[in-house]
């Protein structure tokens, strides 16, 4: 998912955009086989939908096809709504960005003053991402199914443990798909709601993304939600199923559609879900201690083209 910053004149884009329309169904026909999985396509120039496409199948056991409404899972994407999670609520004066994350996480105040919201966000915190294979093995230690409080108790049970010996917050950029599951529980505790009750009332009831949710379970009363494989070694089609992992929110776990994205650019667009000194801190880089920018916003990676500003995010979970 990308984010194009304005370059160029409306109207000079919008034409651009539609006159590559069949240069782009021509190269999506060249490089996929209309009998395997797919994907959904959406440009949007400035508000507009200039080019709208479904490729490939949803379900290849079936034959289902892609459609616009087709239910993806957006992987680690999802972290932009955390990062307008805790915009929104910094707005509203119920946390700072700067806050110790044990000021409203008790149970991981050994992380110290400078483990911030902030350096959450920015994937600065230099604390450990549980995601590694003996991370997982520790927080499955607790249940089969773990959630965001298994993990803070992990991090407890383990002393806040930092990345490396000698680590400071602030020192470099790491990604950390446990930091953001950190955040996802900020959002509960500074709300007073659950993860996905929150975002549902806050962000997808207002803007009508109907098929969009936050929920991993609830995909399996979703005829639309796409099927995601993965390649043996032998290049065979695998069906992924759901993971151990499914429960945790924060640093992914939305499924949405490209008919919905759409509705959410153009609330980002307007500023309708935060003021725009807030929307220029999503897309304002973060900051090791050198001064050295990590390119990396509030959930959104940062860079330039041809003199085009964007932000985009990628993702992988489940086949998806």
């Known amino acids: 998912m990308a984010f194009l910053k304005r370059t160029q004149s409306t109207s000079r884009a919008i034409r651009a955009h539609a006159e590559r329309s069949a240069q782009i169904d021509d190269y999506v026909a060249s490089q996929i086989e209309a009998d395997g999985p797919g994907f959904a396509l959406a440009v949007v120039a400035y508000g507009t939908v200039v080019h709208a496409a479904a490729y490939g199948l949803a379900d290849v056991r079936s034959g289902l096809p892609i459609e616009q409404d087709t239910i993806f899972h957006l992987a680690s994407c999802g972290k932009q709504f955390t990062g307008l999670g805790i915009l929104m609520l910094a707005e509203?004066?119920?946390?700072?960005?700067?806050?110790?994350?044990?000021?409203?996480?008790?149970?991981?105040?050994?992380?110290?003053?400078?483990?911030?919201?902030?350096?959450?966000?920015h994937h600065t915190s230099g604390i450990r991402d549980l995601y590694d294979e003996d991370g997982v093995k520790q927080v499955l230690a607790r249940c089969e199914r773990p959630t965001n409080a298994d993990v803070i108790r992990t991090y407890a049970d383990l002393g806040c443990p930092m990345a490396e010996e000698g680590i400071e917050p602030?020192?470099?950029?790491?990604?950390?798909?446990?930091?953001?599951?950190?955040?996802?529980?900020?959002?509960?505790?500074?709300?007073?709601?659950?993860?996905?009750?929150?975002?549902?009332?806050?962000?997808f009831d207002r803007l009508e993304m109907k098929d969009t949710f936050s929920v991993p379970d609830r995909r399996i009363d979703r005829p639309r939600c796409a099927t995601g494989y993965t390649l043996d070694d032998g290049g065979e089609l695998i069906e992924a199923g759901s993971s151990v992992l499914d429960n945790l929110v924060g640093?992914?776990?939305?499924?949405?559609?490209?008919?919905?994205?759409?509705?959410?650019?153009?609330?980002?667009?307007?500023?309708?879900?935060?003021?725009?000194?807030?929307m220029e801190e999503v897309f304002t880089s973060g900051q090791t201690n050198d001064g050295n920018p990590t390119n990396y916003g509030f959930g959104w990676y940062l860079g330039a083209q041809d003199g085009i500003s964007f932000a985009d995010h990628e993702g992988a979970w489940n086949g998806f």
């Open 251 to 278: 640093s992914g776990s939305f499924y949405t559609t490209v008919t919905d994205l759409c509705r959410y650019d153009r609330a980002l667009r307007t500023n309708s879900l935060v003021n725009e000194a807030g």
């Open 92 to 121: 509203e004066r119920k946390l700072h960005l700067d806050d110790p994350v044990g000021k409203h996480i008790p149970l991981v105040t050994g992380f110290g003053p400078r483990v911030t919201i902030r350096e959450l966000l």
């Open 170 to 203: 602030g020192d470099t950029f790491s990604y950390s798909n446990s930091g953001y599951d950190l955040l996802g529980a900020v959002i509960e505790e500074v709300s007073g709601q659950l993860y996905h009750g929150f975002f549902a009332r806050r962000v």
